[in-house]
């Protein structure tokens, strides 16, 4: 471990147990603290934004008081705040809340994950039917995908609303892609044909191999539709033709 790693790791510990005998380490544990809590709302600002900001600091006071940061980078603070959350008792009034948190992180990790080329849809109109077909493709390390049993996306989509107007999602299961293009974040529902999709193709499924069983699970579903959506967002990092 380099000397700062060490140094930043005993500065932490020192901070943790931290006592009134040590009035200066205690004024960075109070400092840390504050910055801590201040990392939770930052982090998860769609669950602020559904619980308000009263209701979002004792979270996050409650949250940093039983899960404290062990890393001085607080931009990726929180990673345990959706479980954690999940156990909390305000996941029975709002159980969509700890889904909703979820994808808060999901947008943090793309924002820090590693920048790679991006494979988009003027790259998929050089290829012929075939090549398309027996390709396989690469996820770009920004690229997050999940399946919740509730409309999480949804709620998480339509939030922050600048007019106050009531979200009122069908309740449904439903999936999320979240991904990084051009340097920005964005998120797009996606409904079980695509999540089967990228699914398949994450597991190493060539395009054809997905398009397949996607079809055949969700034959009521536009294939060619979806694989435009999913390559639009900017998924792709790059293809590998099936030798």
């Known amino acids: 471990m380099c000397e700062l790693a060490t140094f ?8 943790d147990h931290a006592t009134f005998a040590h009035p200066a380490m205690a ?7 504050v910055g801590a809590i201040t990392a939770v709302i930052d982090n998860f600002s769609t669950v602020a934004a559904l619980v308000g900001p009263k209701a979002m600091k004792a979270l996050a006071q409650e949250f940093v008081r039983d899960v404290p940061p062990d890393n001085p980078i607080l931009a990726r603070y929180g990673g345990a705040f959706p479980s954690w959350l999940a156990e909390h008792p ?3 009034e709002l159980p969509y809340l700890a889904d909703v948190a979820r994808i808060d992180r999901m947008r943090t990790e793309a924002h820090l994950a590693a920048d790679a080329p991006e494979f988009g849809l003027e790259d998929v109109a050089r290829l012929t039917a075939e090549e398309w077909t027996r390709c396989r493709v690469t996820m770009r390390p920004a690229t ?6 509730v409309p ?6 339509a939030h922050p609303v600048a007019d106050g107007t009531e979200i009122a999602p069908e309740w449904q299961a439903e999936g999320i892609l979240v991904t990084r293009s051009e340097g920005a974040v964005g998120a797009w529902v996606i409904g079980a044909c695509e999540h089967r999709i990228l699914h398949g193709l994450r597991l190493g499924e060539t395009v054809g191999q997905a398009a397949l069983a996607a079809s055949r699970l969700y034959p009521g579903d536009n294939i060619t539709r979806a694989f435009r959506k999913i390559v639009a967002s900017g998924a792709f990092s790059s293809i590998k033709m099936k030798g």
């Open 8 to 15: 930043q790791q005993e500065f932490l510990h020192q901070i």
């Open 27 to 33: 004024v960075y544990r109070n400092t840390v603290a």
């Open 90 to 92: 305000l996941a029975d």
């Open 144 to 149: 997050r995908i999940a399946w919740f049993a």
């Open 152 to 157: 999480a996306p949804s709620i998480w989509v």
